[in-house]
């Protein structure tokens, strides 16, 4: 494919003289990335906090946990998808060229180094630094006198009688252990009188590690506080549940299993049943992965092994503590500020305030935008609870794809069905890892008369959307909130991201012809300020790209900032790199998997990835098309992934009050790319560098620092984005 171009230097001169465009290979392999490679090098920029020592270690400890979640997610999910692939008999390779087989043996290899490289942080570093901090992690071997004898004493009264001692003979075989448990496996010998030796093969036993028990035991320490790991505690005791035989070796391990839901919506009579049947069988998945203790004997991880029916890739060998991220318990019994980051309190803004003037009387005045965690989240509960309690609300209806333990949403929303208003909400019971939660939140809000709806026939409704019918006067009148993130107050505190508030006529009906689509046999409608996937929010956002493209073409300012958390679509990807073809300067803020490939000559030279990976999970979708006030700001649910685009009901929405759009160009987007502190810059060769400037710039601490003044945001108009970092050497 080729074209010509006006540079804008021969456009600024008056001369229409046509620039040949280099053409574009769209079909080379090469080009892209690959996912689950992305994936994995996101983590290792988690790491990279976890080893940063300007961080107070308590801070350092809960982002080396988030790395072992994020592992056992990957495993559960992703590497168990590969497997299934190759099962399969998969023989068609993705955009990079690689075949399931071919990707699962660089997982394998990436995934062993970060490995190594996260209980490095954790041997050298970390460990050292909570003994210093008063928070020693002992070992059995370690205690004397009184605190052994202490430990020995708990083992008894306390853990002895939870624990189930499980044989594995030709009569006992071995036991399912399930996803994610922490076990320790036995070898025996019986004990003989006399001086023969038993020559026989010793026994092989199974002891459950109980995970109703607090995974540390705390002991008296001179100095500070010390703990010993439960499973060592059992381990330096397990003689105790076998009478009559020798404890010869033993090692701690822990399995993990394909845990993704396999439901055919199309012959499921009642998803609902279908889906807690699923979850009763999810526990029975196969093994992906088997950790054990590094000094475990090679006799007995292969025993294990063999049991599990996994190969040698599978197989991570781990010089500490297992599930590292219950480690971060530590924190819960020191509460010392010096060891963990200063707290965060949100405000809320001015003109929100005060708190006691209904939301609905603000947004007859005009938008609001909210960026969280920086500003509460209180407004989005308030907006909803308000309504329940409105007597001029006629109706509410809402998305529910995660919520918190104790959602103030269900109880707004069940109060609401009380008070007999007309309540909808569509709760998403498919959301991976959140079915049984989903289940027993529609339970709930069925049994307090609210009309609940599963979703949509083959499709996740990802969409964030509320919207509340009222009467004023002689009429009815509609506020809508529509965000990048769940209604999940909890995670509102730690993830970043945008609420927009509106009361406009044309966003309104918008949404009311989303939930009667989703919730009835409504044909899709023609959106007037909305873009929905599945039905035509892909195509919008490639046709947004090329008209970028056509403006560079034209010899016109031409830009797109994309903040995200997943660039993978091929189709978006190939837009991108002829837009930068074209002439198009374009940054892209993805915090986690980019399949773009960036800096290939006359491909993707003019476009620039960047990661920030900070104190909050960046989690915003935030599109700006255009130069300077001109920029069109779009915010969404949905990231720029094949998923999201034609497996999920998404929403994308315009940013269209003056100072609101200004604001999240100079703020959301232009601090963004402005970080020198936390940012890193994707390569050519798929490696992150850490970017750096002569003047410190930390996002996020800025965002912080205008939460803490309360500080009015900016409302003058932006007109030009910052220039991107360079990348240190």
Known sequence: ????????????????????????????????????????????????????????????????GIVASNLDEFFMVRVAGLKKQILGGVAEPREDGLLPAEQLAAVAARTHALVEAQYRCWGEELLPELARAGNALLSPGELEGAQADALRARFRDEVFPALTPLAVDPGHPFPHLRNKSLNIAVLLRKERRGRRKDASQPLLAVV??????????????ASGVAHVLLSEAIRAHAGELFPGFTVQKSAVFRVTRNWDLSIDEEESEDLLSTVQHELRRRDRGAAVRLEVMADAPDDLAAQLAAALEVGPLDVYRVPGPLQLQDLCALADADLRAELRVDPVAPVTPAGLLPEDEPIVEVLSRGDVLLHHPYESFDPVVR?????????????IKQTLYRTSGDSPFVQALSRAAENGKQVTVLVEIKARFDEAN?????????????????????????????????REGSGIRRFVHLGTGNYNPQTARVYTDLSLFSAKP?????????????????????WQKLSVAPFE????????????????????PARIVAKLNALVDPAVIRALYLASAAGVEIDLLVRGVCCLRPG????????????????????????????????????SSADWMPR??????????????????ARVLEQVIGLALRDTVKAHRLERDGSYRRLSGALPVRSQELLLEHARRAVAPPRAVIRQLPPPPRASS
């Open 438 to 470: 989903n289940i027993a939140w529609a339970r709930r809000l069925e049994e307090a008369g609210v009309h609940v709806v599963y979703g949509v026939l083959g499709l996740k409704t990802h969409c964030k959307v509320a919207l509340v019918v009222r």
């Open 537 to 556: 929010l892909h195509q919008r956002v490639i046709r947004l790209v090329e008209r970028e493209a056509d403006r560079a073409r034209r010899g016109e």
């Open 383 to 395: 907006f909803v609870a308000e309504a329940a309690d409105d007597p001029a609300v006629l109706a």
């Open 506 to 526: 044309a966003i309104a009906e918008d949404a009311s012809n989303l939930f009667n689509m989703l919730t009835g046999y409504a044909e899709p409608p023609r």
């Open 208 to 221: 459950q590690v109980p995970a109703v028990l607090s995974r540390l035991v705390r002991v008296a320490a």
């Open 1 to 64: 494919m080729s074209a010509t171009r006006t540079s804008p230097a021969t456009a600024a001169a008056g001369s229409l003289e046509p620039v040949p465009e280099p053409a574009v290979d769209l079909t080379s392999r090469a080009h892209f990335i690959n996912r689950e490679l992305s994936w994995l090098e996101f983590n290792a920029r988690v790491l990279g906090e976890a080893q940063d020592p300007t961080l107070p270690v308590f801070e350092r400890l809960k982002f080396l």
């Open 600 to 635: 290939v000559p006359g491909v993707s030279e003019r476009i620039r990835v960047t990661s920030i990976v900070d104190r909050f999970l960046e989690h915003s979708r935030v599109f700006a098309f255009g130069e300077g006030s001109a920029a069109e700001v779009y915010l």
């Open 644 to 661: 999201n685009f034609h497996r999920r009901v998404e929403v994308m929405f315009p940013v269209e009050d003056p100072a609101l759009r």
